[in-house]
């Protein structure tokens, strides 16, 4: 079972008489005891923690070298003790060729790795190579580290990706009717969850999805390159995303969530391969990553129509912060547009958008319920942004014939300064929906540049206050008088 400890087991029982004493048995048991200690780790390869400090408020201002005063996701990760037991794939007959198929190996490495997860936790090394697999589960008290050059790739046969239930505040798969591809890296009810290691990689190879997506081949939902279901306490950090078949990091139902100096790169037409999508979640972190990609950077979600409704699961505290990226068709940031699960406390700091079709949007639409409430926004600089501001109904976007056209989301409370938009293409379009306007919308010191002397705001069913604004705003945000918002 465990490194050489049969081979050593072995060799000391060669040794023994035919009848060996009792006290001679407890010898050896302790000698084995011994030695299967010594040897069953190999030179663990462990992460330098950089969330370090007293597990506290999140969002509270701790200081480390390098981001001296400036604020952090510690607090919504709590730290875990370094793992008891620490094993190479190759441990597992993986074959790091680019060629040979891991799966069996990655199911041989996590079926080991979960027995411990009561007794001190594991920690699976992926070394230098390409490592060829199929989707592989996780497990609780784990750590996946991917060394430097250390490249995971997904499987190019579908059936690698088996189909499971559709998420119950989606009622179905988000693309095709019942039931959806896994992730090619899935969880599911499990805490304590490290996804790091030296910069290493994870590639979907998702071409031939984004072509069965194209070519309307595609008979299930695609499947995100990382999933983590009903989980808590789950740190993705210092790696680098390729090429997801669909949205990236997709943490649903979970809580205490920090994704952390990632890369996320797929071509820049590469259908829906949002980066991070937060969904019926609560305190996500996301801070300091560099997404490009064929849709929105990072996109907040809670469920879709009557599903989501009915399941009422909302996102909530979370921050997305020192996010940098483009995406030439989609958003930096969107809100929703599948929301109806309700969405509130977020914000959304030191973001940088280049050559995008929008910098910040919130989407919804009738039929969707739910909220989008208490969204901060500040510090963002774009450039070559379309829209930088924009604010729209969906696109007729439901899952079946059964949505609720009474179902109005309520948008109040949207707060946004502090914003420098250079080269833009059009004013900020805003777009309540009648019978629901956005209320409590705040905009300060927000410059939009580079529009022609003609460009003006486009504003319906929206009411709010604003001050600082170039070029000037619409009526709808002249709102005199104290507001609770500005
Ligand atoms: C994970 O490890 C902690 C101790 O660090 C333990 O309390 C907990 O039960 C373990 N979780 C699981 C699912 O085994
Ligand atoms: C992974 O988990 C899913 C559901 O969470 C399950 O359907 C699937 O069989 C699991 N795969 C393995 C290899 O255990
Ligand atoms: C992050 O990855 C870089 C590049 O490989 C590596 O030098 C660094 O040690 C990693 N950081 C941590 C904290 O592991
Ligand atoms: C990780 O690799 C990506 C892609 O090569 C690179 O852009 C990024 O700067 C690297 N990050 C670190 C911390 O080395
Ligand atoms: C659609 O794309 C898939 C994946 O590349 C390919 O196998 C299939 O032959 C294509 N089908 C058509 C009708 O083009
Ligand atoms: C604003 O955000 C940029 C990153 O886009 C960052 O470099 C800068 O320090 C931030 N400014 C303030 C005042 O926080
Ligand atoms: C929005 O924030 C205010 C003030 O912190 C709080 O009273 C209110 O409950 C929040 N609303 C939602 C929907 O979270
Ligand atoms: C207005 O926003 C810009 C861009 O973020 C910032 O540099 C400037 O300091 C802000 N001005 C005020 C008065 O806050
Ligand atoms: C904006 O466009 C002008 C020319 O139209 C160019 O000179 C300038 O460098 C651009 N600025 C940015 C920030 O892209």
């Not at 994870?202 to 194209?214: A, K, N, R, S, T």
């Not at 997709?250 to 890369?263: E, G, W």
């Not at 926004?377 to 729209?392: A, G, L, Q």
Request: charged residues 20%; hydrophobic residues 35%; aromatic residues 8%.
């Amino acid at each position: 079972m465990m490194d050489n400890e049969i081979p050593y087991t072995k060799k000391l029982m060669g040794t023994i008489n035919t009848r060996p004493s009792w006290a001679f048995l407890i010898l050896l048991f302790t000698a084995v005891a011994i030695l299967t200690l010594q040897i069953k780790n190999e030179k663990p390869v462990l992460p330098i923690w950089p969330l370090s400090g007293r597990v506290g408020f999140p969002g509270r201002v701790i200081e480390f070298p390098g981001r001296v005063g400036k604020p952090t996701c510690v607090g919504f990760f709590k730290n875990v003790p370094e793992r008891k037991m620490v094993k190479s794939i190759k441990y597992f007959g993986g074959i790091g060729d680019g060629k040979t198929s891991n799966t069996a190996a990655f199911w041989r490495a996590m079926r080991f790795m979960e027995t411990w997860q009561e007794k001190g936790g594991a920690q699976l090394n992926v070394p230098r190579g390409r490592w060829v697999t199929g989707s592989f589960n996780l497990t609780s008290n784990f750590t996946l580290f991917l060394e430097e050059g250390a490249v995971i790739l997904g499987s190019q046969n579908p059936e690698e990706w088996p189909i499971i239930e559709p998420l119950p505040s989606y009622g179905r798969g988000r693309e095709r009717l019942g039931g959806r591809h896994i992730s090619l890296i899935h969880g599911d009810g499990l805490t304590n969850v490290v996804i790091t290691g030296q910069n290493g990689t994870i590639d979907g190879q998702g071409q031939m999805w984004w072509e069965l997506w194209w070519n309307r081949t595609l008979e299930h939902t695609r499947g995100h390159l990382v999933e983590m279901m009903n989980s808590q306490n789950i740190l993705i950090y210092n790696l680098t995303f390729l090429n997801s078949p669909f949205w990236t990091i997709h943490p649903v139902y979970c809580s205490n969530v920090v994704i952390k100096d990632m890369t996320i790169l797929a071509p820049l037409k590469a259908p829906n391969t949002d980066g991070i999508d937060p969904d019926s979640s609560k305190n996500v972190c996301i801070e300091d990553c560099y997404i490009e990609s064929g849709d929105d950077l990072v996109a907040v979600k809670s469920g879709w129509d009557q599903y989501g409704i009915a399941m009422a699961r909302p996102s909530s505290n979370i921050i997305v912060r020192r996010v940098s990226g483009t995406t030439p068709t989609c958003s930096g940031v969107g809100i929703g547009s599948e929301m109806s699960g309700g969405i509130s406390d977020v914000i959304v700091e030191d973001l940088h958008v280049r050559d995008s079709a929008a910098g910040i949007r919130i989407k919804t639409d009738k039929g969707r319920g739910g909220y989008i409430a208490n969204i901060t926004i500040s510090n963002i600089t774009m450039e070559r942004v379309k829209v930088p501001i924009r604010f729209s109904r969906g696109a007729d976007d439901h899952p079946d014939e059964n949505w609720d056209l009474k179902a109005l989301p309520k948008v109040k409370g949207i707060s946004i300064s502090n914003v420098v938009s250079f080269n833009s293409s059009k004013a900020p379009l805003l777009e309540g929906i009648v019978n629901a306007p956005f209320e409590g919308i705040c905009m300060k010191n927000v410059s939009i540049l580079g529009l022609p002397p003609s460009a003006r705001w486009t504003c319906k069913f929206v009411s709010g206050s604003s001050d600082g604004i170039h070029p000037p705003p619409c009526p709808e945000l002249q709102n005199s008088g104290p507001s609770s918002w500005c």
